[in-house]
């Protein structure tokens, strides 16, 4: 079967095109296979990049230490991290309370309750 293809063009920094075909050489793949791809699979992906599900952080006490998985809404469970000391786990908390806040100030957010609202629907 004959399929038709069309050429099409990128202008790419030399340091960026170098970077391309190592990473095609290294893969054994040629340039323009691995673009077609990229474009193909950009096209065909989801609008939606997030999927539902929540944050799980369990403490292990043989090991003094915690992991951090992933609890998807279809049952099954992704481990993100493992192994993470007390002190990891509370720096990123106090850094996560703290970005939190920032984005809280940003949005202008008074209330506890109230959630981020697009300008566009109250302009």
Not at 26 to 43: H, N, P, W, Y
Not at 89 to 96: A, E, F, I, M, P
Request: charge should be positive; include cysteine; charged fraction near 35%.
């Amino acid at each position: 079967m004959t399929r038709n293809y069309k050429s099409r063009t990128v202008k790419l920094e030399d340091v960026h095109d170098f970077s391309l075909r190592k990473y095609c050489e290294q893969r054994g793949c040629d340039v323009s296979t691995f673009i077609r791809e990229a474009i193909l699979e950009k096209m065909n992906s989801n609008h939606v990049s997030n999927i539902a599900g929540k944050n799980k952080i369990e403490y292990r006490p043989k090991t003094d230490s915690f992991i951090w998985k992933i609890e998807l809404d279809s049952g099954e469970e992704q481990i993100v991290l493992e192994n993470l000391s007390p002190d990891f786990v509370q720096d990123l908390q106090k850094q996560l309370s703290f970005e939190l806040h920032k984005r809280a100030e940003s949005l202008s957010k008074k209330k506890k309750s109230s959630v981020a609202v697009p300008k566009r629907l109250v302009q």
